[in-house]
């Protein structure tokens, strides 16, 4: 029998065992394993000098970083939100006892749509907190106009964004607050991991006394959590940060790939807006419908190649949510896959996946 080989959809970067190592005879010369140490310091420090921003905060993943900037605005009310995400940006509003309202997405963009946005504010709107799909950035000027008009903050996860840029600012630089996940899975991370992001001294000042306890030595301020992160963490990350740009030029050849072969495939993917230099985080492929899509999945298993649902299912439609609709995003999240892609992804990998997913397009 043909041995067939499995490839998966993402894969983690690793970097040289060596790098890591280094940091981590230093940590145990220092004994210093958690707690806002030195490695801690150091990764937010060159992420706020690479990102262009004020202030890091490095914790413990990418939800806790959604979750502490509701807490400590102390919101109750309705955070407007987008159905086409990971469970996550819905979660944590849950969490904080807030209620999610959905605004439907832009089908070209996969973004929220800002006159969704208009048209779900109420008097107990208190947010807006969205995803930049893909790594695409959400609308940020007609959002940023809405929130001034109507006196909302704006939250914007990044967990696709790291990286990225439009308009020559980082993406994760919009917004009261911007959030990123460093999971092993993401493009950039540290195992697990995180950092809110944010401008405004007064609120980074208030997100750090949360990440750890709300107290400082025997002073206790304010309500606090736990979602500070290890030194094991910050050296991951810190051990990867300067293979970063090779990271995203690899995928960037992957990317060129996919986008020659989907006129023939007659598939579409996710527009990218003027003035967005790109971090290539995903490469979803949407089809006419979710039947079609389910097809194309299992053919492509038969060939050892792993696609994943992302996002699905719309978030509105989640079991312990009622009633929402929101057509667009139904639509997509039922039709999409994401192809394969990571660094170490061949060059003929790719090909051979178009050539099967071509195989299987023309089966119909
Ligand atoms: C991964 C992800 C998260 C959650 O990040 P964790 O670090 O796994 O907690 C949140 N939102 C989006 C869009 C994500 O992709």
Redesign the pocket.
């Known amino acids: 029998m043909e041995t067939i080989k499995k490839i998966q959809v993402t894969k983690s970067f690793l970097p040289p065992k060596e790098d890591y190592l280094a940091y981590i005879d230093k940590i145990w010369e220092s004994k210093w394993l958690t707690n806002n140490g030195p490695f801690a310091r150091e990764l937010e420090q060159k992420l706020a000098s690479f990102l262009d921003v004020k202030h890091v905060l490095f914790v413990a ?4 970083a ?1 979750q502490v900037p509701l807490k400590v605005w102390k919101f109750d009310g309705e955070v407007i939100t987008t159905p086409f ?2 469970v ?2 819905t979660s944590s509003i849950m969490w904080e006892n807030c209620t999610p309202v959905f605004a439907d997405i832009d089908p070209n963009t996969c973004c929220i749509s800002p006159e969704a946005i208009e048209a779900a504010i109420t008097a107990r709107t208190q947010a807006i907190m969205t ?1 930049h799909v893909y790594g695409i950035p959400s609308d940020v000027e007609a959002i940023e106009a809405i929130a001034r008009k109507h006196k909302l903050k704006v939250v914007y ?1 990044g ?2 964004a790291f990286g990225g840029n439009y308009k020559g600012r980082s993406i994760l630089s919009y917004g009261d607050v911007s959030t990123v ?3 092993a ?2 493009l950039y991370h540290s195992v ?3 950092a809110i992001i944010t401008n405004d001294d007064e609120l980074a000042a208030q997100m750090k006394l949360a990440r750890s306890f709300g107290h400082i030595g025997d002073e206790h301020y304010s309500l606090g959590i736990n979602c500070k992160n290890s030194e094991f963490h910050a050296a991951m990350g810190l051990a990867i940060l300067p293979y970063f740009g090779e990271i995203v030029e690899k995928r960037k050849e992957i990317f060129k790939v996919y986008d020659a072969a989907l006129p023939k495939l007659k598939l579409k993917t996710v527009t990218k807006p003027a003035g967005l230099d790109y971090n290539y985080p995903y490469y979803p492929v949407f089809f006419e419908s979710e039947e079609e899509a389910l097809r194309i999945k299992e053919g492509l298993e038969k060939s050892g190649i792993f696609t994943r649902r992302y996002f699905f299912p719309s978030l509105n439609l989640l079991p312990y949510l009622t009633g929402q609709e929101c057509p667009v995003a139904e639509r997509l999240a039922v039709s999409v896959l994401c192809l394969p892609l990571y660094h170490d992804l061949s060059i003929p990998e790719a090909e051979f996946i178009v050539e099967r997913l071509s195989q299987l397009i023309d089966q119909k």
């Open positions: 993943n990418g939800t806790l959604l995400s990971y996550a940006t995803t996860d967990a696709h996940s460093f999971h899975t993401k697990e991991g995180g």
